[in-house]
C-alpha cells in the first residue's frame, strides 16, 4: 500500500519567506509526527497529532513554527518569517496509534533558505 | 542527492560477513525501541522493533538484543550484503510517544 507522502520534495526559498510543507499519512494511521533532520545528525522531534489535536507541540523550536490537521489526515506544518537556520529535512511519519505502535516515515521534504 | 551522516561512525563489514551496530540510549523509562535504516536522499525506513519486556527479538536476518541495566541495544544483521549499506539509527519512545534518535551508525558494505 502507499506509504506516507510529503511534498514538495525540495523547497528553496529566500530568508523571510512563508513556506508550507505537506503530509499526507498512511490512510488509516490516526498518529502523525512532524520531525526535522539536520545533515549527520538524527531526526528531531516537531509536533505530535492524534487525530486532529495537537498532543505535544515540545519540540517546535518558536512561534515562527506552526502545523495542523484539520481533518484528521492530511497535515500541514508552516514556517513564517524563515531563516538560514531553517534549513533542514523536514521529516514526516504516520502510526495506527496508541502505545507502542511503529512509526513509518515519509522521505521528507529538504528546505533550504537562501 | 544530499549524504546522511557525513561525520557519522562507520562500521566497515566485507559482504557476507555478520554486521553489529550498538546504540546508547537515554531514558530508563523508555519502554519500545525501534532501529531504522536510512539511505541518501530517503527518510528512515522501519526495521525491527522490540518492547521492554522483551530482550530479544528476530526478524528476516535481523535481531535487536535490549539490555536495560545498561540502557544498550544493538542490530544484528546476518550475512550482510551490499543494499544493506546505509546509515542505521536506534530511536526509544517516550512516555510522549515521540521518537528520541541515536546519533547513529553508517555501515559500509564491501563486496
Known amino acids: 500500500g502507499a506509504g506516507v507522502s510529503q511534498t514538495p520534495s525540495n523547497k528553496v526559498t529566500e530568508k523571510g519567506k512563508y513556506v508550507e510543507l505537506r503530509c499526507d499519512p498512511i490512510s488509516g494511521h490516526t498518529a502523525l509526527y512532524w520531525y526535522r533532520q539536520s545533515l549527520g545528525q538524527g531526526p528531531e522531534f516537531l509536533i505530535y497529532?492524534?487525530?486532529?489535536?495537537?498532543?505535544?507541540d515540545s519540540g517546535l523550536p518558536n512561534d515562527r513554527f506552526f502545523a495542523v490537521r484539520p481533518e484528521g489526515s492530511v497535515s500541514t506544518l508552516k514556517i513564517q518569517r524563515t531563516e538560514r537556520g531553517d534549513s533542514a529535512v523536514y521529516l514526516c511519519?504516520?502510526?495506527?496509534?496508541?502505545?507502542?505502535?511503529?512509526?513509518?516515515f515519509g522521505d521528507g521534504t529538504r528546505l533550504s533558505i537562501l | 542527492g544530499e549524504s546522511v551522516g557525513l561525520h557519522l561512525p562507520t562500521l566497515s563489514v566485507q559482504e557476507g560477513d555478520n554486521s553489529i551496530i550498538n546504540c546508547a540510549y537515554s531514558?530508563?523509562?523508555?519502554?519500545?525501541f525501534i532501529w531504522y535504516k536510512q539511505e541518501s536522499g530517503k527518510g528512515p525506513q522501519f526495521i525491527i522493533d522490540i518492547r521492554s519486556n522483551m530482550d530479544k527479538r528476530q526478524g528476516q536476518r535481523v535481531t535487536v538484543l535490549l539490555n536495560k541495566t545498561v540502557k544498550h541495544l544493538s542490530l544484528q544483521i546476518a550475512a550482510t550484503q551490499p543494499g544493506d549499506s546505509a546509515v542505521y539509527f536506534c530511536a526509544e519512545n517516550t512516555d510522549t510517544d515521540k521518537l528520541i534518535f541515536g546519533t547513529g551508525t553508517r555501515l559500509q558494505v564491501f563486496p
Open positions: 531514558n530508563s523509562a523508555s519502554d519500545y
Open positions: 511519519a504516520s502510526s495506527q496509534g496508541g502505545s507502542n505502535q511503529p512509526q513509518h
Open positions: 497529532f492524534q487525530g486532529t489535536g495537537a498532543a505535544d
